[in-house]
């Protein structure tokens, strides 16, 4: 099969090509050639856009899916369509399924069910048996069968031992750690930032004082340890200033934003809408601007969309009662070329997040196996229920102005395009 994109601008750092348009010939899976005016044959598979824009496949790491055991939220399949349509050509799945993904048969149940599809799926395998933080699951086995990472998907390590010995046990096999950022004790029974509105609307509050204290003690329970650690989904100003010291340090220690971090605030809570109950949940306009700097100034390493679809009985409740989370694949791009230059979003969502979790790296350029998305920054649009392709329907974004769309992505020697 023979793919020709036309008139494309490529955003790839590592590209010969890097800010030019081109058009892009791609034959069976591989980039061929890279030229200005491509001539179009008729069995070609022609990509066309207006506006259209290539950077190197974007990779989210952190996607939930439900399965096994909550397909009524997602499924592997219609989660893997919506991660290619909405311009990702690779996710990392979470291990909080019906099992929990905590042992090497669950790895494998993954990634098997993954095979052929377009978006590649990289599971991260629970960090506990059961992700119950009680005793450590068997990390080595299940990074032999394919998990590229360890995860108790957002619950805390309460043992300060237990994190110690993973850190230490993983760098036997260069094993990446993640730890969530959140003190039980001081989080209490908090369903939203502890601050101004949540006292206005009589809501329990959660301080960003339990993210800076779980960050502090896994900072130094990691220079006391060495090896490699990734905290997922900082929120507040504070634990951008805490890992920017650490980094200065010489520290190997990586951490993620959500895009709903990096453009939402607690201010959207007066309404008691649940889609906006997140965790850690959505704080000040303040930490806002200190998420978007960290990302500017590099101490924040990924962008990830912290996709997490709940099913309408578990959502559509009070707001103290409904389960944290919102669907975010889909309005991720949209949502942060709104409030960051695209730049900044490509190289945070391609090529450090796959350092990072040890992929392998990818380049838009001849020769090379073509994994790319497909998207164009400049269109705005009011982002609604029709453009929500996940199972459950739980998206902060809902009714929100979003900039930039994706078209789709080619990996895997296929092409997917959104309708």
Known sequence: MITLIKSAKII?????FHQQTK???????????????LPYKKDYQLVEKENLHVSCGWFDTSVSFGEPGFEERETIKNGLTVA???????????????????????????????????????????????????????????QQSGAIAFSDYNKPISNDNLMKIALLYAQNFDGLVLSFPKNKAIAGEGIAHEGENSTKLGLKGTPALAEHIQIARDLFLLEYTGGK???????????????????????QVTCSVAAHHLTLTDQELHGFDSNYKTNPPLRTNKDCKALQKGIKSGVIDVITSDHNPIDVEHK??????????????????????????LDDFIDNITHKPRSIFGLKAISI?????????????????TFTKKHMLSTSKNSAFLDKKLTGKAYGIFANNQLVLNA
């Open 365 to 381: 350029a001849e020769g090379q196996k073509a994994e790319i998305s497909l998207f164009t920054p400049e269109e705005s649009y």
């Open 12 to 16: 790839d750092t590592s590209s010969p």
């Open 84 to 142: 290619a349509k909405s311009g990702f050509t690779a996710v990392a799945v979470n291990a909080n399924s019906n099992p929990v993904i905590d042992n090497k048969s669950g790895v494998e149940f993954l990634i098997n069910k993954a095979q052929g599809f377009a978006t590649k799926l990289y599971p991260i395998a629970a960090l506990t048996k059961e992700s119950k933080g009680i005793e450590m699951a068997e990390l080595y086995d299940m």
């Open 23 to 37: 058009d892009i010939l791609i034959t069976d899976g591989t980039i061929t050639q890279i030229a200005d005016n």
């Open 316 to 341: 559509k409740v009070e707001f103290s009662e409904a389960k944290n989370g919102t669907i975010g694949l889909e309005s991720a791009f949209g949502a942060i070329n709104s409030v960051l230059a």
């Open 229 to 251: 650690l990734h905290i997922p989904t900082i929120s507040s100003a504070k634990s951008v200033d805490l890992i920017k010291e650490a980094k200065k340090k010489g520290l």
